[in-house]
């Protein structure tokens, strides 16, 4: 079994050492899910709530998120990122929204924190935005899809 890596030998935190690591070609892809009523989602999808075109702004969110990820979670690497890319899959018989968000960059460490981040951001913008209609909006699923690159090679979900 793996160790935990983000705690030095005096169990304090600590940014892991990744100077010695090669840079490799990476990427993350993460999913969310945002579960609406009916009536909300039929807004979203044929873009009419007043305040704009929800998924476009939640995807330039998504990016942004994606950019800013190492000054959000405490120990992540700043990482020059290559490529952000969102999609919004709508599924009308649950009135779910389902957000997938793919990170790539080459770098000495991973992208995974990035795509989760963008996913989640991206699923946080449609709930703002959608707020003012519905108070029950749902967030759900938020998770790992499959990563690529590195030395720990490859990972898809549901292979454990």
Do not use: W
């Amino acid at each position: 079994m793996a160790e935990f890596t983000h705690f030095n030998e005096r169990g304090m935190a600590h940014m892991v050492d990744v100077g010695g690591k090669e840079a490799t070609a990476r990427e993350a892809v993460a999913h969310a899910a945002v579960r609406l009523s009916p009536g909300t989602f039929r807004q979203v999808v044929n873009r009419q709530l007043a305040k704009g075109d929800v998924l476009g702004v939640a995807q330039v969110a998504g990016v942004m998120a994606a950019k800013k990820t190492s000054e959000l979670i405490p120990l992540c690497h700043p990482l020059p990122l290559t490529k952000v890319d969102l999609s919004f899959t709508p599924d009308e018989s649950t009135a779910t929204i389902h957000i997938a968000a793919a990170v790539r960059t080459v770098a000495r460490t991973g992208v995974e924190m990035e795509a989760l981040t963008a996913a989640s951001v991206a699923a946080l913008t449609v709930y703002d935005m959608c707020k003012a209609v519905e108070k029950g909006i749902e967030i759900t699923d938020i998770y790992l899809v499959e990563k690529r690159g590195g030395k720990s090679g490859e990972y898809r979900r549901g292979e454990r």
